[in-house]
């Protein structure tokens, strides 16, 4: 009996090792990926926010048009460029043994954006917001659907777009609500709180707002990871969660 007992924990100790040893060189492959971000002129751009959203990786280039992505696995990874007015630009890249030191990546311009005479400043603070919510998604605290996304699954409502998120369930005529397992949210009513555009929209709900007009849809399901800027009126110890929605920019080009 005591030979099983030793020969189990040896079994134990020795997966641990195991996993102890793979951990180790699963982090030794990952490398970091540097590079330089200029405009069509090839000038350096500063704050351009580069982002590997499937690792949640965001990194902004310095004065100089620099960035650096550290503890990138192995393998294909999508690298994505965004900065306000420029056009966003992904980049597929293969990584493969060491550093990455040489990437060059030139956003064009959109002189229509940029032109502070002809764009009014309501139109320009509302294609930033839509810069932050892409910088959270790639930050990846909460749950995102993009106006991509939108366009590749073909949803009917908005609420379509969260059916297998984990936490989501879609009540018919009432969109979306969150589960919880606290008996006190189970037996009450309790849509998140929604947001459009900043501003909090009491009474509405998420699927009152048509697919068309909205550029992306952020979902978080609790004070712990909600952004302030969204966090107001919730209490810590009940709240149904919280909606963010992004309509698109006047004079998208975007379907």
Same mark, same amino acid.
């Given at each position: 009996m005591r030979d099983h007992v030793v020969a189990r924990s040896r079994l134990r100790l020795s997966c641990l090792f195991c996993l102890v040893v793979l951990t180790s060189q699963a982090e030794a492959q990952k490398t970091t990926v540097r590079g330089i971000v200029s405009d069509s002129a090839g000038r350096p751009l500063r704050d351009v926010d580069v982002a590997i959203v499937a690792i949640r990786q965001l990194a902004r280039t310095d004065e100089y048009g620099r960035f650096s992505l550290r503890k990138v696995p192995p393998g294909e990874v999508e690298i994505s460029l965004r900065r306000l007015g420029y056009t966003p630009a992904t980049l597929q890249l293969v990584v493969v043994g060491g550093p990455i030191d040489s990437l060059r990546v030139a956003l064009v311009a959109q002189p229509d954006i940029l032109d502070v005479i002809e764009v009014s400043a309501a139109e320009r603070q509302k294609r930033q917001w839509i810069e932050d919510f892409h910088r959270r998604r790639a930050q990846g605290i909460g749950t995102f659907a993009t106006r991509q996304e939108i366009l590749t699954r073909n949803s009917f409502r908005p609420s379509d777009m969260f059916r297998t998120t984990p936490?989501?369930?879609?009540?018919?005529?009432?969109?979306?609500?969150?589960?919880? +397992? /606290?008996s006190?949210?189970?037996?009450?009513?309790?849509?998140?709180?929604?947001?459009?555009?900043?501003?909090?929209?009491p009474g509405m709900d998420l699927d009152d707002l048509p697919l068309t007009d909205i550029e992306g849809i952020e979902l978080y399901s609790g004070p +712990? /990871?909600?952004?302030?800027?969204?966090?107001?009126g919730l209490t810590s110890g009940l709240t149904c969660g919280t909606v963010v929605v992004w309509s698109r920019p006047p004079n998208s080009r975007s379907p």
């Amino acid at each position: 009996m005591r030979d099983h007992v030793v020969a189990r924990s040896r079994l134990r100790l020795s997966c641990l090792f195991c996993l102890v040893v793979l951990t180790s060189q699963a982090e030794a492959q990952k490398t970091t990926v540097r590079g330089i971000v200029s405009d069509s002129a090839g000038r350096p751009l500063r704050d351009v926010d580069v982002a590997i959203v499937a690792i949640r990786q965001l990194a902004r280039t310095d004065e100089y048009g620099r960035f650096s992505l550290r503890k990138v696995p192995p393998g294909e990874v999508e690298i994505s460029l965004r900065r306000l007015g420029y056009t966003p630009a992904t980049l597929q890249l293969v990584v493969v043994g060491g550093p990455i030191d040489s990437l060059r990546v030139a956003l064009v311009a959109q002189p229509d954006i940029l032109d502070v005479i002809e764009v009014s400043a309501a139109e320009r603070q509302k294609r930033q917001w839509i810069e932050d919510f892409h910088r959270r998604r790639a930050q990846g605290i909460g749950t995102f659907a993009t106006r991509q996304e939108i366009l590749t699954r073909n949803s009917f409502r908005p609420s379509d777009m969260f059916r297998t998120t984990p936490g989501v369930r879609i009540q018919r005529g009432r969109g979306l609500r969150f589960n919880y +397992s /606290t008996s006190i949210d189970a037996r009450r009513d309790c849509p998140p709180m929604l947001w459009i555009d900043g501003q909090r929209a009491p009474g509405m709900d998420l699927d009152d707002l048509p697919l068309t007009d909205i550029e992306g849809i952020e979902l978080y399901s609790g004070p +712990s /990871t909600t952004p302030t800027q969204f966090s107001q009126g919730l209490t810590s110890g009940l709240t149904c969660g919280t909606v963010v929605v992004w309509s698109r920019p006047p004079n998208s080009r975007s379907p």
